[in-house]
Nanobody, 124 residues
Framework: QVQLVESGGGLVQAGGSLRRSCAAS????????RGWFGQAPGKEREFVSR????????DYADSVKGRFTISRDNAKNTVTLQMNSLIPEDTAVYYC?????????????????WGQGTQVTVSS
C-alpha cells in the first residue's frame, strides 16, 4: 500500500525556519506529481507549492513565494519543503500530496495520495 510519510514541522517563532519532508513508500510506481498544501483553522485546504517530475520546475502560492523552497530527490522518492522567514499567517496543518500523473497541478483533487498532515505553528 502506497503511503506518504511526513516529518518535520512543529512550533517556531516568527522569522524562524522549518524543514518538512515527505517520503513515499509501499509502492513500485514513481510518484511523479508532488505538491504541498496547507489548511489554516477555519479555512479550506489551499495550494502551497508543487514540483515537476524532474524537479526543474517549481511553483508557489503568492503568499509563500520567496520564503519557501520545494525540492525533490527521486532516488529516495522524497519531497522537501524548506520554510524560511515564517510569519504567524503561515500557521496551518501542512499536507504533502502525490500521484502518478505526469504533471503536478495546483488542484488538490488531482492527488490520490496524502500525507498524515503536520501542524506548523508560528508564534509572534
Amino acid at each position: 500500500q502506497v503511503q506518504l510519510v511526513e516529518s518535520g514541522g512543529g512550533l517556531v517563532q516568527a522569522g524562524g525556519s522549518l524543514r518538512r519532508s515527505c517520503a513515499a513508500s509501499g509502492g513500485t510506481f514513481s510518484m511523479y506529481a508532488r505538491g504541498w498544501f496547507g489548511q489554516a483553522p477555519g479555512k479550506e485546504r489551499e495550494f502551497v507549492s508543487r514540483i515537476s517530475r524532474s524537479g526543474g520546475t517549481t511553483d508557489y502560492a503568492d503568499s509563500v513565494k520567496g520564503r519557501f523552497t520545494i525540492s525533490r530527490d527521486n532516488a529516495k522518492n522524497t519531497v522537501t519543503l524548506q520554510m524560511n522567514s515564517l510569519i504567524p499567517e503561515d500557521t496551518a496543518v501542512y499536507y504533502c500530496a502525490g500521484d502518478g500523473s505526469w504533471i503536478a497541478t495546483r488542484e488538490s483533487r488531482q492527488y490520490d495520495y496524502w500525507g498524515q498532515g503536520t501542524q506548523v505553528t508560528v508564534s509572534s
